[in-house]
Structure formats: C-alpha cells, structure tokens
Antibody, heavy 120, light 107 residues
Framework: EVQLVESGGGLVQPGSSLKLSCVASGFTFSNYGMNWIRQAPKKGLEWIALIYYDSSNKYYADSVKGRFTISRDNSKNTLYLEMNSLRSEDTAMYYC?????????????WGQGVMVTVSS | DIQMTQSPASLSASLGETVTIQCQASEDIYSGLAWYQQKPGKSPQLLIYGASSLQDGVPSRFSGSGSGTQYSLKISSMQTEDEGVYFCQQGLKYPLTFGSGTKLEIK
C-alpha cells in the first residue's frame, strides 16, 4: 500500500523558515517524480513544486520560486520542502503527492497533509 | 500559465441522478486532464486521467470525456459517498494548474 506521511508543519512568524518532510512507502520511491501541492484554508489546490526521480530537474510555481526548495533523499525514501521568507499567504495545508506520468503529469497518491500557519 | 475554469461552482443532486461537471482550459491541453475528488478533511484522490481513463479502484459510474479545451466529468448515478469537491487539473505544461473546484452535495 502506498503511503505518504508529511511532517514538519506548524505556526511560524512572517519572514521565518520551515522544512517539511514526506516519508514514502509502498512503492519504489527512487523511480518516481514527486510534488508538493498546497491548499489555503477553504481554497483550491495550488501545485508548487516538482522534482524528478533522480533530482536532475526541479520546477516551481512563480509564487514560491526563489523562496522554496524541493529536494529528496532516495536512500531515506524522503521528500523535502525547505521554505524561507515565509509570508501570510503561504498559510495552507501542504500535501506531498506522487507523480503519475504518461505524456502528462498527474498525482496518483497524496499524503494526509501538514498545516503551515504563518502569522505574527 | 494555463487557466482552468470549472463550472458550476456548486450543485446539488438527488440520489441516482446523473451529474456533469465542466472544465475549460485556456488553451488546447491535448487531453492532458485529470479529475480529483476531495472529501471534507481528506486529501484529494485521483479519479480520471488522460481525460477519460479511470484510475484503478474508482467506480465505473465516474467517466470523463472531452478534447482540446473542453472537458467534463460525469457521475452516472449519484451516491451519498460522491459528496465532495471535484477539481480538474491540466498536466501538459508547468506550472501545473487546477480548476477552482465544484462542490457537489446531495439534494
């Protein structure tokens, strides 16, 4: 059974940093691209970052480019999201999601999410 | 960026009723479209990918269709467990983008 378990969220002040983790199990982690997707309270879904299976390529939404960094450790089956210069608009539930690739990119498994609240 | 416009924003349906949700892309996405269902307090689940392919384990009452810029999700016989919010997503270009969601309730 595929499982994705996020951790590392919490309440932080504007301008601070936070690092999220997502531990994967039930599939060969090193074979798949992975994503972070967020959802502000009562809002829709926003894809924010993708990393290739071998970390060779990374892509970001403009809203987080230059502030957030996606990374992975295939030896630990773990995906990371390092978030710097946090703003109130970064307040959201953050999901890690396994990539499903045909000629297009979809998300076939999602974690339960971890809440990040940016507030003074 | 490719904009995804969903309609309606909300709807209510009776048990057994057929429900259709629409999604329009701002440019041709060549059937690179997925649909997700999100139940309250839960993470989204993939229902349909490639515009019309049913994800493993998803009931056959769900179906997807469309091409170019116009896509739809159909639930052929509404069940209580189908209540939730439905999102479309384009998988063609970065940034990957979602529709704003359709909230589906039982009437």
């Amino acid at each position: 059974e595929v499982q994705l378990v996020e951790s590392g969220g919490g309440l932080v002040q504007p301008g601070s940093s936070l690092k999220l983790s997502c531990v994967a199990s039930g599939f060969t982690f090193s074979n798949y691209g992975m994503n972070w997707i967020r959802q502000a309270p009562k809002k829709g879904l926003e894809w924010i970052a993708l990393i290739y299976y071998d970390s060779s390529n990374k892509y970001y939404a403009d809203s987080v480019k230059g502030r957030f960094t996606i990374s992975r450790d295939n030896s630990k089956n773990t995906l990371y999201l390092e978030m710097n210069s946090l703003r109130s608009e970064d307040t959201a539930m953050y999901y890690c999601a396994k990539g499903y690739y045909s000629s297009y990119i979809y998300f076939d498994y999602w974690g339960q999410g971890v809440m990040v609240t940016v507030s003074s | 960026d490719i904009q995804m416009t969903q309609s309606p924003a909300s709807l209510s349906a009776s048990l057994g009723e057929t429900v259709t949700i629409q999604c329009q892309a701002s440019e041709d996405i060549y059937s690179g479209l997925a649909w997700y269902q999100q139940k309250p307090g839960k993470s989204p689940q993939l229902l349909i990918y490639g515009a019309s392919s049913l994800q493993d384990g998803v009931p056959s009452r769900f179906s997807g269709s469309g091409s170019g810029t116009q896509y739809s999700l159909k639930i052929s016989s509404m069940q209580t467990e189908d209540e939730g919010v439905y999102f479309c997503q384009q998988g063609l270009k970065y940034p990957l983008t979602f529709g704003s969601g359709t909230k589906l309730e039982i009437k």
